[in-house]
């Protein structure tokens, strides 16, 4: 018991200090890199309970860190807890209900979770959706071409519990240590459920071979390497403005066995700096995985509920609209033009989407909101194009 007090002042210290300016990933990781004494253990709780305090969002006072605390560890327990049992024995009793029962019990005002309601896209069920913030998404792998029978051998042997969402989609508890046993990029990627699902869009373009593609915001290159794997006989360039990103995407190649590309380092906002950068190669397939608020993963990062400012959504929406219009011109007649997001965002989305249609004249196939509040995953936006 006394550790669990030690657990929760040290969870309010931590709350008092972060100010939002970096990730609260990387604050608990400084935090107790210069903290020796805390366990894995330790660790654990106390992170767990740092993520929890930001889950309930605006739907609790926000200066009663206690009982915001509390209230976060009865909705996210699902056996006996030593702390509710002294400090609210009520509770502790009913900790094995349903989540929505026990949101009632605690009186929580589930819809105000989610600070931003109102600019939410029009297909998002704002109470599924905020209620999912009080849910830990899964991690989940998309298992590379062949390397299905290894992959869950592998799994099997190691005894790690998994859902098979689809032939090629496994999810997992968050805390899964899945580099201790698989392959990571050579045999599977740890990609999104979402994420993985916009490659349906990429199978609807017919495109010829071999297929040029362009992955104008490659980041970390997750779906670059999934384009490499759906589309056989393609030419792929990527690029970042950050030079630091792709120095680590040619890493990550190498170990998914992607020889033949190029990489680049442009500021898509810039015309005259992109076209320094590409001449005038023109592709048949350009996927804009465009920078965004990233709302549709704040389950993830549920420190965004608190510190998040709505005049970025638009600074994105613009920064989004000048991304797609500088690279749309290096796309082929009759190519194919994907923008993604991972936001929950209209100004992000369907403004987005109608900026293309009115501004570049492009066709647009079909736009999908991915949603993944029902199923611990991301949610995502992604609308096909095409150049006529």
């Not at 009080?134 to 519990?161: C, D, M, T, Y």
């Not at 297929?211 to 779906?223: E, F, L, P, R, Y």
Request: net charge neutral; charged share 25%; glycine share 4%.
């Amino acid at each position: 018991m006394l550790r669990f007090y030690s657990h929760v002042n040290t969870a309010k210290t931590i709350l008092n200090e972060y100010k939002g300016e970096i990730p609260l990933s990387a604050f608990l990781k400084n935090f107790f890199s210069k903290e020796k004494k805390y366990g894995s253990r330790d660790r654990r709780n106390i992170s767990s309970l740092c993520y929890n305090y930001f889950r309930i969002g605006f739907a609790m006072p926000i200066k009663d860190v206690e009982e915001r605390l509390m209230t976060s560890v009865f909705l996210s327990s699902v056996s006996s807890d030593e702390w509710l049992q002294n400090i609210k024995p009520a509770w502790n009793e009913k900790i094995y209900l349903s989540l929505a029962d026990k949101i009632k019990i605690a009186c929580l005002a589930a819809n105000e979770i989610f600070p931003f309601n109102a600019e939410l896209s029009d297909d998002v069920d704002i109470s599924a959706f905020n209620i999912s913030f009080l849910i830990q998404p899964n991690v989940f792998i998309r298992i590379r071409p062949g390397k299905h029978a290894v992959v869950k051998k592998k799994l099997s042997e190691a005894e790690i519990a998994y859902q098979e969402v689809d032939h090629n989609s496994l999810a997992f508890a968050n805390s899964t240590k899945l580099e201790d046993v698989l392959d990571i990029n050579k045999e599977v990627v740890v990609q999104d459920l979402n994420s993985q699902r916009v490659g349906e869009l990429l199978l609807e373009g017919e495109y010829k071979k071999p297929t040029t593609v362009w992955d104008c915001c490659a980041a970390s290159g997750g779906k670059s390497i999934m384009i490499y794997d759906l589309l056989s006989n393609t030419q792929l360039t990527v690029s970042d403005i950050r030079d630091s990103i792709i120095k680590n995407l040619q890493t990550r190649f190498k170990e998914a066995g992607i020889k033949d590309f190029r990489t680049f380092v442009a500021d898509l906002t810039d015309p005259k700096n992109l076209q320094n950068a590409i001449k005038t190669t023109k592709f048949d397939l350009v996927i804009c995985d465009a920078p965004c608020s990233g709302s549709g993963t704040w389950a993830r990062t549920p420190e965004q509920l608190l510190f998040f400012e709505e005049e970025e959504i638009i600074r994105y929406s613009n920064l989004q609209k000048s991304i797609a219009g500088n690279s749309s011109l290096y796309l082929k007649k009759g190519g194919y033009f994907l923008y993604i997001t991972c936001s929950v965002f209209k100004k992000e989305n369907e403004e987005v989407v109608d900026f293309i249609k009115r501004q570049l004249s492009f066709n647009l196939i079909e736009m999908k909101l991915l949603k993944g509040f029902h199923e611990k995953a991301d949610t995502m936006f992604a609308a096909l194009f095409r150049f006529v």
